[in-house]
């Protein structure tokens, strides 16, 4: 069932080649960590190519020249990106442990991407498409992470954080007020309903977004988080929680924005009344800093960078990621393999005035089978930033960050992992550092002006212990990787 989940949730937020064939949209503002605030309007490049051919041509040389131009008009107009809608950020959560424990707190690091698109869209912690909307509703299936609070010494072995499938409708009473009912299921079957309302508020620099909500947990759902009835063999009724909470976002200068929030939850009678249980209110707040659209300034139109396509073919190594970059990597004695492709969706050409081409960037992994591990799938999303240097040729140096999850965890990660007494986590940190090169310029050879070849290092993590969504980890695995990308 975790597997069927977990490939369900990456057909939802990746879909990675439907993004070819998709008109961008985008909103004017970022509204909120949790993108409460939707604007209906989309705004589209058409991409056509007028060659009016109403006038007889009468000699080769016209011929010619009129396809020239016809083919390079094609080929401009084609690699027309608008700036989107994104961000990318670093919060710091702690929450209270509602259990009768030692601890009262656990805390946690959270990496967050933000995205708004025509069909699909990531909120920080949750994300997904939206199956229908008009300018009053919108019909979503989404994806959305949950945190068991329990003491971080135990998160490893228990690893309770986990991701939610289900849908949402939400209705629109106006451009800065939405009203969600949601109907939810966590990876094991365990039902719970939502029903929230969300303001969106902004004065000068300060953006905030409070909310109120209820939630209806099954019986078996509060017996699981709420009694842990594996451990207790209680078993409890179905209950209804409240939350309110508020978000908040300051606008520090350009693309940098601070972030802020807070939550309280009152639990149902049954979840505070079973045995593990000690107290009826639950808090939770986050705090960090976040990359975003300058609010101050309208998206751009028309991008410089272009969508891409880059195919990969790695080897995994036990070195870590500081002898990788010294040069001192170890070639893995089973000679693990993967091979991967990655679309490139343009965000922006610009970050903090900075000629940085900015990408949200889904890929498929394949790890080949070995003498040590069968074939495995690996899932990626990630946003990735290109600073390109032009002498003497162009060559760009790159660096992701995002999430990866896999089918079953490989061999070269597994080992670590049992070496260093830690429950590996199909869910890791992903970071990808690239180096290319264009081959046009090596070679002065028009046709390759749009083509690179180069090397990255394929890394996943779980950020030195310090995150729960990532089973509190400290190391990960490596692939040194050679690729070549294609521009269009």
Not at 240 to 254: L, W
Request: aromatic share 14%; proline share 3%; glycine share 6%.
């Amino acid at each position: 069932m975790r597997y069927c989940a977990a490939i369900s949730l990456t057909l939802i937020l990746l879909k990675p080649f439907s993004l070819f064939a998709e008109t961008i949209s985008e909103e004017n503002t970022v509204k909120s960590t949790e993108q409460i605030t939707e604007q209906s309007t989309t705004k589209t490049t058409e991409l056509s190519t007028v060659q009016n051919t109403e006038k007889e041509i009468v000699s080769s040389n016209q011929v010619k020249s009129n396809n020239t131009l016809t083919a390079s008009t094609e080929s401009d107009r084609n690699k027309v990106f608008q700036e989107q809608t994104w961000g990318l950020g670093v919060l710091f959560r702690n929450a209270e442990i509602p259990f009768d424990t030692e601890a009262d707190n656990v805390t946690s690091f959270v990496p967050m991407m933000f995205y708004q698109g025509e069909t699909f869209f990531i909120r920080g912690t949750e994300g997904g498409a939206h199956i229908y909307q008009n300018q009053d509703w919108q019909f979503n299936a989404m994806a959305r992470m949950r945190f068991f609070d329990i003491p971080a010494e135990y998160q490893n072995e228990v690893q309770g954080d986990t991701i939610d499938l289900g849908f949402q409708a939400r209705k629109s009473f106006s451009e800065n007020s939405f009203f969600d009912v949601e109907l939810f299921s966590d990876l094991e079957g365990n039902p719970y309903a939502n029903l929230s309302q969300s303001w969106y508020f902004q004065h000068d620099s300060w953006e905030f977004m409070p909310k109120v909500s209820a939630r209806y947990k099954s019986a078996s759902f509060n017996s699981h988080y709420y009694a842990l009835a594996e451990i207790t063999e209680q078993k409890i009724g179905a209950g209804i929680e409240v939350n309110a909470g508020v978000e908040t976002r300051y606008h520090v200068a350009s693309n940098f924005y601070l972030l802020a929030s807070v939550n309280a939850t009152m639990l149902d009678k049954n979840a505070y009344n079973s045995t593990a249980v000690n107290q009826r209110w639950q808090s939770e707040a986050y705090l960090g800093f976040a990359f975003f659209n300058d609010i101050s300034k309208p998206q751009k139109s028309e991008l410089t960078n272009h969508g891409y396509l880059r195919l990969a073919h790695g080897w995994a190594t036990p070195s870590n990621m500081g002898d990788i970059l010294r040069g001192d990597s170890v070639k893995d004695e089973y000679n693990n393999q993967l091979s991967s492709i990655f679309y490139g969706l343009p965000l922006t050409d610009n970050l903090f005035s900075l000629p940085l081409d900015i990408y949200l960037t889904p890929g498929f992994v394949w790890h080949w089978n070995s003498a040590v591990q069968d074939s495995e799938q690996e899932y990626v999303l990630a946003i990735k930033a290109y600073y390109t240097i032009k002498w003497p040729v162009r060559w760009r140096i790159g660096l992701a960050e995002g999430l990866s999850y896999v089918s079953d965890v490989t061999y070269i990660e597994a080992i670590e992992m049992e070496e260093k007494g830690y429950r590996p986590s199909e869910l890791m940190n992903y970071i990808d550092i690239s180096f290319d090169i264009n081959l046009g310029d090596v070679f002065n050879v028009k046709a390759l002006n749009e083509t690179w070849l180069g090397y990255s290092m394929h890394h996943r993590s779980s950020i030195f212990e310090k995150a729960s969504q990532f089973g509190r980890i400290k190391g990960g695995s490596n692939y040194n990787t050679v690729y070549i990308q294609f521009d269009f």
